[in-house]
């Protein structure tokens, strides 16, 4: 073999091994469903990777509730000092709830996680503080949004997942590392292949504006000019978009899942879920604006974020992957203290007939497995 054909070898050796590189980084083809969401050849379907779903579902398994007690004793805040959120549970209830609260949270650590050992009521613990003011928040999504999370609610499981800081959660980002001189001195916050848009250059803080403000989130123009109703240009769009890319990876979901492509803007013909989207988007703001961003005075330094603020709120907080958290298991209905209109209706049901819903619920999980 003379030079020239070895280096033709060569350079063809490099070549295939480059390709089969590529390749190992596609998905394969096998693995893959789909759902169909609108009409029949509108093109609306939800495209499910099997692979994706099974490890998905693992990682969303529901922890089997407490053992039930009956409502008895004095009430908390008769027994216990500095109760504010919980004190009109009894003993009984509260004890059962704080023990399901430390498998949630913080089961490796324990009750001391959020309290100073040897005493309860002691206030100099941040997380104790913190831990009061998720409880507020907990029970505001259940009692105030229901428009959102429904007859399922959410739990402090539902965040947290048996982590004493859930998993996804953000911090500002604001403008981004600077680049070259000149006209490109700043990213703007783009190019930065962030995950919270998909490793896109889209914006990769599209959560304060739309999640801490709220700025407008439809670009679309409505007029020919830009002088109209909507005087929006293409860097708003982006901005968007990025929001949008990370609705669909929170979710685990396509577009499809709440808009009808034909027309991104127009509610007509969108599916009901992009109403239950508006009510969420608004609910996240709420829980950002009035519970999280307010706690930054509250953590350490090693809490917060690059520039200095509280850890908040997204879709992927709850949703984690999936279009319902937890695939819908309601564990609220073990756990009606942290509703108000749950707790009244269970007074009102004997203990004995009342259905284990959640149980239930679980078992149902792992069957379908």
Not at 75 to 99: H, I, K, Q
Not at 170 to 192: D, I, K, Y
Request: hydrophobic residues 35%; negative net charge.
């Amino acid at each position: 073999m003379n030079e020239r054909s070895g280096m033709i070898l060569t350079s063809r050796l490099a070549v295939a091994v480059l390709a089969a590189l590529l390749i190992a980084g596609c998905e394969m083809p096998t693995g893959k469903d789909t759902e169909q969401l609108g009409y029949r050849g509108t093109g609306m379907e939800a495209v499910i990777n099997t692979r994706s779903e099974a490890e998905l579902r693992a990682a969303n398994q529901v922890p089997a509730p407490q053992p039930p007690v009956e409502p008895a004793g004095p009430l908390a805040s008769e027994l216990y000092e500095n109760v504010e959120v919980l004190g009109d549970l009894t003993l009984t209830e509260f004890n059962r709830l704080m023990n399901a609260m430390t498998e949630w949270v913080s089961p490796e650590e324990g009750c001391n996680y959020c309290h100073v050992p040897g005493n309860f009521a002691d206030e100099n613990i941040y997380t104790k503080i913190v831990s009061r003011r998720m409880l507020e928040m907990t029970k505001t999504i259940n009692e105030q949004w229901p428009t959102h999370v429904g007859e399922t609610g959410v739990t402090c499981y539902t965040c947290h997942q048996g982590e004493p800081v859930p998993e996804y959660l953000w911090f500002e980002e604001r403008g981004g590392p600077r680049q070259a001189g000149g006209m490109a001195a700043s990213r703007r916050g783009q190019n930065l292949a962030s995950p919270n848009v998909g490793s896109s250059s889209l914006p990769s803080d599209p959560f304060t504006p739309f999640l801490l403000g709220d700025e407008e989130i439809r670009s679309i123009p409505t007029t020919m000019l830009p002088e109209g109703s909507n005087p929006r240009n293409i860097m708003d769009t982006e901005w968007t978009y990025g929001l949008m890319m990370h609705f669909s990876e929170s979710l685990g979901v396509n577009c499809t899942f709440c808009h009808n492509t034909r027309s991104f803007m127009s509610w007509d013909g969108s599916p009901p879920q992009r109403t239950t989207a508006w009510h969420g988007i608004r609910m996240v703001r709420e829980l950002n604006v009035d519970y999280l961003d307010p706690l930054q005075p509250v953590y350490p330094d090693e809490q917060l974020g690059p520039h200095g603020d509280a850890p908040k709120a997204h879709c992927g907080t709850c949703h984690q992957g999936v279009n319902k958290p937890l695939y819908g298991v309601s564990m609220l209905a073990d756990y009606p203290e942290l509703d108000k209109v749950r707790r009244v209706a269970r007074a009102t049901i004997s203990p004995a007939a009342e259905p284990a819903v959640a149980s239930a619920q679980v078992e149902d999980q792992v069957e379908d497995e």
